[in-house]
């Protein structure tokens, strides 16, 4: 109960910090007036401050992660089983990117930042490792496994008409007076 709990704010902190955290790094890139250094100042400490409590969840997600894996009787089921997928899905990204700053620090990846950029937008995947915790979740999960042809059935063709409206609508801007 105890680690669930832990477990359940650490996603939930997690996931705070990743929304905040966007909309800062976003201060932080925009800012060029003299005026707003201050500002951008501030907004790096936000940040800094956002990027720790971050990293003291994926600590925690690792820890957890780790003990379960080694405290399992069974490796090869533990690895396979999806829940454990999910979790190992949601870590991986953070040590990614550590290890893509790290080459671009080293100059040997030019222009990772959009892979960096892409690779924290993963980070997301986090708030999966809640259906662990909740049976209403996880009854949800197991409808949509059960209805997946169903499902997309209708996202196929969602994507067509989409598609033939978007063509459409290109087609007439283009053929329009400007």
């Excluded at 201060?27 to 003291?56: G, H, P």
């Excluded at 999910?86 to 990614?96: E, G, K, Q, S, T």
């Excluded at 997946?148 to 067509?160: C, N, P, Q, R, S």
């Amino acid at each position: 109960q105890t680690v669930a709990f832990f477990s359940m704010l650490f996603v939930c902190l997690s996931t705070v910090t990743f929304v905040i955290e966007s909309n800062f790094e976003k201060d932080v890139e925009n800012t060029l007036d003299d005026d707003q250094l201050t500002a951008k100042e501030e907004n790096k400490l936000i940040l800094a401050t956002l990027q720790y409590i971050d990293q003291l969840a994926i600590t925690f997600f690792t820890v957890e992660y780790v003990l379960r894996l080694l405290l399992c009787p069974r490796k090869k089921k533990f690895i396979i089983d999806k829940m454990n997928l999910v979790d190992l899905i949601a870590i991986i990204p953070f040590y990614i990117s550590i290890v893509l700053e790290g080459l671009e620090d080293m100059q040997i990846i030019g222009k990772a930042g959009k892979i960096i950029r892409l690779v924290r937008i993963m980070r997301i995947l986090r708030i999966f490792k809640m259906i662990r915790h909740f049976a209403g979740l996880q009854s949800l999960v197991y409808t949509l496994h059960q209805a997946y042809k169903d499902l997309g059935l209708i996202l196929i063709m969602i994507a067509v008409t989409v598609l033939m409206f978007s063509s459409l609508v290109f087609a007439f801007e283009r053929e329009g007076p400007n």
